[in-house]
Each structure stands twice: as structure tokens, then as C-alpha cells.
């Protein structure tokens, strides 16, 4: 039999627990009071400067400093953020600071946990300081409470009070938000996606019943399929203009010919999936960073309605080398298979979306090769060229980041590592 803690182990640990809990708290605070003393030691006031260099950007709402974009950029790094996630956690910092002084001061004295606090800072940061001061009088006092739906219609009053043709424009925009949406991201291994969408009454009832009568239709046919599966399936032939129902031969059809549709395939398949071994029997959907059963594959590329081109991939293991600046196709291609996404610390953007950079910059010598170039993101692409941010490629699809202040980062496969003693790259001692 386990032996049971006594009452005073017990008391011991819950007397440990609100410590730490209390010591959470005061570290939180320091961390925001820290955010603040960067933010105002970086801000400007130069905030119409869209230059391709350095210049300030808005992180919170009107009566906000702003701050210059490549100190957020460093910031963001020290927290072990993305710059995009990390923009918004220092912009709820700012919002709260500096426009709702009442959550403020209940943050600063401890009686309240930030967490509470942003969740409103994020929701008036489109507000006019009237409106944001609104909001501050009337959910302070009840921030530890309030609750999502209660907050958002307080906010909603605040714009229609204070920012009346804000109001009418979102009102407009709400009135004209029908969207279908294919969440492709989000594919199983199944080869199945959802599908979530808004839609008018009358095209959505139209809808329903024409998917109703494509799976009564299926059935009739001696589809066993559930009646909701058979729904998707009749989505499909609805969205190919083909006829769910061909058993029928007295009852022409009125379809035509179905259209081919075209797929370009970025799969990834081991050499004992090609051979047909049940350990190989997965890849991977580069398009959308998934993996996928074989055969689902196969079923696609052998469906008689289809027209498939596959693409061979890429040796991801030659070196590939130019005299020219110009990144070429097959090395740009290389780069995205290799690193996935940008590779600046904490970013995560797809590389396809991404610049290739020049590691070692190509007007000081830098070549255009496998072993000196990776994906950046446009904006982290700005930062390393002009601010003070460097980096080092240390291995295949491994990097060495230095800020301006000298805070160091790993970037590889594992996603990013803040570091105090670098590895040196390959040369240097």
C-alpha cells in the first residue's frame, strides 16, 4: 500500500504551490515592464516612413508609441516568439499600458494576470482612444470575469459609440461574409479534408437538397456508404459536373463530357513505398506538409477523370552552383525541401512564399550555391540586410543567428534554440 502524505506534507505543498504561483506573477510583471523599457527606449516618431529599411511600425492603437520595426524584430527573438506572434503579445503590452490605465494599474499591482489583460487589449486595439477608455472603465473591475461574448458586444458598443462609419463598414462587411473554405492544411493521412462555409438561405437550402438527392441517388445504386458520406461523395461529382448516378440507362444524360481536372503532385515517397512494402506504405504531400497513405495516392493518379502529371524530386543531397546572382529554379526548389520554412528564429512561413538569401551576401563575395542560400521571409530578408542581424549556415539546414545585441540562436530541423556559447561556422575558429 502506498503510504499517504500526512496533513502537514500536505500543507507544505500547497504552501510551495501559491509560492510559486506568486513568484509567476512577479516574474510576469517584470517581463512586462521590461517590454515597455525597449519599446520607449526604441520608439520614433518617425511613423510615415515606409522605407525598405528601418522605421516605426503601430503595434497598438492611437496614443501608442511606435517602435522601430528591427528592435520588435530582436525583441521577439529574446521572448522566443515569432516576430508575427511576438508583434502581438508586445502590442498587447502597449494597448494595455498606454490606453486602458486601469487594467494597467490592476496588472501592476499583481491582482491581475496579464493573460486577462491582453485578451481585452487585443480587442480594442481597433478602437479610438474614447472607445478604448470606454472599455477600460467598464471591464476593469470585472476583467478576472468577463467573459468572450460579453467583452465583444461591450467593444462592439464602444464602436458604434465613438466610431459610428467604423461600425457601418463592419456591419457591411459582416452582412457580405459568406465564404466556403477547404481546410487542405489540415488533411489526414486518409486523404480527407473539412469543408466549413457560409452561404445565402436560398443557395444553401438549394445545396442541401441537391446533395440529398445525389446520396439517395448513390444509394439507389448500391452505394453502402452512410447517407453522410454519401453526401460528400455527391459534393465531389457535383464540383466535377459528373453524373452520380449512371445506372439509369433509360434517363439520358444531360452532363456531357466531364472536364479532366489537372493535379500537380509534390509527393515524397520512400524507396519501400515505391517497392510496395508495408513499412513504406506513407509519404508526404508537400503542398500541404501532410502525410498520406500510398494507396490514397494511387487511387487518385488511377482515376479515369484525371489527368496527372508527377514531378521527380529533387536531389536534395547535390550541390548546386551558379556564377550568376539570380536564384535558380532547381536551387530554389532545393532550399524549400531542405529548410520547409523561413529561417530566421521562431518563423515559421512556408519557404515557397519565401526569398532566398544570400547567407555571406553576393556583392562581398558570396556565392550562389546549396551551401549559401535560405528561405527568409520578406521581412526577416529586410532585417538581415539592413539592421544588425547575421547568420552563419553550420550545416545542411542549419544556422547560427546574431542579433544586433548579440543574442545568439540555433535555427535547424528541430526549430529554434537560443544559444550562449555559437558553434563556430565551418572555417572560423
Request: with cysteine; charged share 25%.
Amino acid at each position: 500500500m502506498t503510504e499517504q502524505p500526512g496533513r502537514d506534507d500536505s500543507t507544505n505543498v500547497l504552501t510551495a504551490v501559491r509560492a510559486a504561483r506568486t513568484d509567476q506573477l512577479a516574474a510576469e510583471i517584470r517581463a512586462v515592464l521590461a517590454i515597455i523599457d525597449w519599446c520607449v527606449i526604441h520608439q520614433t516618431d518617425d511613423e510615415g516612413a515606409a522605407s525598405f529599411g528601418d522605421h516605426g511600425i503601430p503595434l497598438a492603437g492611437d496614443g501608442a508609441p511606435w517602435v522601430l520595426e528591427f528592435a520588435v524584430m530582436e525583441l521577439c527573438a529574446a521572448l522566443g516568439l515569432s516576430t508575427d506572434a511576438g508583434k502581438r503579445q508586445v502590442g498587447s503590452v502597449l494597448e494595455t499600458r498606454y490606453r486602458l490605465p486601469r487594467l494597467w494599474g490592476r496588472v501592476i499591482a499583481g491582482d491581475l494576470p496579464f493573460w486577462r489583460a491582453r485578451s481585452v487589449a487585443e480587442q480594442t486595439m481597433s478602437l479610438p482612444a474614447a472607445g478604448a477608455a470606454f472599455v477600460d472603465r467598464h471591464v476593469a473591475h470585472v476583467a478576472h470575469k468577463v467573459s468572450y461574448l460579453q467583452l465583444k458586444r461591450l467593444v462592439e458598443e464602444a464602436r458604434t459609440r465613438f466610431d459610428p462609419a467604423e461600425a457601418e463598414k463592419k456591419a457591411r462587411e459582416a452582412a457580405d461574409g459568406r465564404h466556403v473554405s477547404i481546410h487542405t492544411q489540415d488533411i489526414g493521412v486518409n486523404g480527407t479534408v473539412d469543408l466549413t462555409g457560409t452561404l445565402d438561405l436560398r443557395d444553401a437550402l438549394d445545396l442541401d437538397d441537391a446533395l440529398n438527392r445525389g446520396a439517395a441517388l448513390l444509394g439507389v445504386a448500391g452505394c453502402e456508404e452512410s447517407h453522410d458520406v454519401r453526401r460528400s461523395i455527391a459534393a465531389g461529382d457535383l464540383a466535377r459536373g459528373t453524373q452520380s448516378l449512371p445506372f439509369d440507362q433509360d434517363e439520358p444524360s444531360t452532363t456531357g463530357t466531364p472536364p479532366r481536372s489537372r493535379v500537380v503532385l509534390h509527393v515524397h515517397l520512400t524507396e519501400a513505398a515505391l517497392d510496395g512494402d508495408v513499412g513504406g506504405c506513407l509519404g508526404r504531400v508537400a503542398n500541404t506538409r501532410s502525410p498520406i497513405w500510398v494507396d490514397r495516392v494511387r487511387d487518385w493518379c488511377t482515376s479515369p477523370d484525371v489527368q496527372v502529371t508527377v514531378k521527380p524530386v529533387i536531389d536534395l543531397a547535390e550541390h548546386v552552383h551558379v556564377e550568376a546572382c539570380e536564384i535558380p529554379e532547381r536551387l530554389r526548389v532545393q532550399r524549400e525541401l531542405i529548410d520547409h520554412h523561413c529561417v530566421f528564429p521562431w518563423c515559421k512561413r512556408p519557404a515557397r512564399s519565401c526569398d532566398i538569401d544570400h547567407v555571406t551576401p553576393h556583392d562581398q563575395g558570396g556565392t550562389t550555391c546549396s551551401c549559401n542560400t535560405a528561405p527568409l521571409c520578406r521581412g526577416h530578408h529586410r532585417a538581415k540586410t539592413h539592421s544588425g542581424w547575421t547568420y552563419d549556415t553550420i550545416d545542411q539546414g542549419a544556422y547560427v543567428w546574431r542579433s544586433p545585441n548579440r543574442l545568439y540562436f540555433r535555427v535547424d530541423g528541430t526549430g529554434t534554440t537560443p544559444v550562449t556559447t555559437p558553434s563556430a561556422p565551418p572555417g572560423e575558429t
